[in-house]
Structures are given as C-alpha cells and as structure tokens.
Nanobody, 118 residues
Framework: QVQLVEAGGGLVQPGGSLRLSCAGS????????ITWYRQAPGKERELVAG????????NYADFVKGRFTISRDNGKKTAYLQMNSLKPEDAAVYYC???????????WGQGTQVTVSS
C-alpha cells in the first residue's frame, strides 16, 4: 500500500521551531521528488518546498526562504521540513506530496496541523 505519513506538527509560539517528517512506504522512496504543501483555513493549498529524489536540489516558496529547510534521508524513507522563526501566518495543515506516475499517480499524506500562537 502506497502511503505518505506526516508527523511533527503541534503548537508553537511565534519565533519557535518545529520539524515535520514525512515517511513513505509502499514505493521506492528514493526515486521520487517530495514536496511539502500547506493549507490554512479558507485559503488555497500552496507549495512550501520541494526536494529532488537524491536530495541535491531544493526549492522554496519566497515566504519561507531563509526560515525553512527541506531535507530527506532515503535510507529511512523519510523527508523532513525544519521550520524556524515561525510566524502566526505559517499556521496551517502541512501535507507532503509525491507523484508516482503510473505506479500510483498523485499521492498525499493525511496532513499535520501546525499552530503558531502565543
């Protein structure tokens, strides 16, 4: 069964940090690009960061550059999103995503809630 499972969300004060994880199973994790998205209430889902299959290439939305870092450990079949200097506007449900093409198409995790509040 192909799946992505996020973890690590929670409540953090402004200026704080969280590290999200995205564990993949049921497919060859190291062959696929992983992307993090987020969706706040009443807003469109938006891309946060992406990482290539081998981890050498990353990209970030402008609103997280310099604060968030995406990484992956293919041996553990897990991708990470380190989030520092969190702001209230970063509060959202964070999802990881991959496209498995013919093996399964678009695959989303269930999401993990991030709340930034004092």
């Amino acid at each position: 069964q192909v799946q992505l499972v996020e973890a690590g969300g929670g409540l953090v004060q402004p200026g704080g940090s969280l590290r999200l994880s995205c564990a993949g199973s049921g497919f060859t994790f190291e062959n696929y690009l992983i992307t993090w998205y987020r969706q706040a209430p009443g807003k469109e889902r938006e891309l946060v960061a992406g990482i290539s299959s081998g981890g050498a290439s990353t990209n970030y939305a402008d609103f997280v550059k310099g604060r968030f870092t995406i990484s992956r450990d293919n041996g553990k079949k897990t991708a990470y999103l380190q989030m520092n200097s969190l702001k209230p506007e970063d509060a959202a449900v964070y999802y990881c995503y991959t496209n498995l093409g013919q093996l399964g198409g678009s695959t989303w995790g269930q999401g993990t809630q991030v709340t930034v509040s004092s």
